[in-house]
């Protein structure tokens, strides 16, 4: 079985930043891909950004210029990198991992919540 942990959600000010992480741990077939999701109180879970395992990045067009994904192969951990945080940006963000069997896994979620 496979394990994502995720961390470094919180609460912060418009206009902050905030570096999610996720570890994946446990029976890890060869990752195909990671990404970070989003779920806002009464909307539907959202992809926010995914990298490759080839490095190879896309952003949902909420988060461009604004967001940075990056991935350590060595540690199986992905990032999320949010600056310049919107009260909409507020959900919580779930870690996700498709390995090349096509199998998915999901993280428990973190909050993140941006107010004043």
């Known amino acids: 079985q496979v394990q994502l942990v995720e961390s470094g959600g919180g609460l912060v000010q418009p206009g902050g930043s905030l570096r999610l992480s996720c570890a994946a741990s446990?029976?890890?077939?060869?990752?195909?891909?990671m990404a970070w999701y989003r779920q806002a109180p009464g909307k539907q879970r959202e992809q926010v950004a995914i990298?490759?395992?080839?490095?190879?990045?896309n952003y949902a067009d909420s988060g461009k210029g604004r967001f940075t994904i990056s991935r350590d192969n060595t540690k199986n951990t992905v990032y999320l990198q949010m600056n310049s945080l919107k009260p909409e940006d507020t959900a919580v963000y779930y870690c996700?991992?498709?390995?090349?069997?096509?199998?998915?896994?999901w993280g428990q979620g973190t909050q993140v919540t941006v107010s004043s």
């Open positions: 990298i490759t395992s080839g490095g190879v990045t």
């Open positions: 996700y991992l498709r390995d090349l069997l096509g199998r998915e896994y």
């Open positions: 446990g029976s890890i077939f060869r990752i195909n891909s």
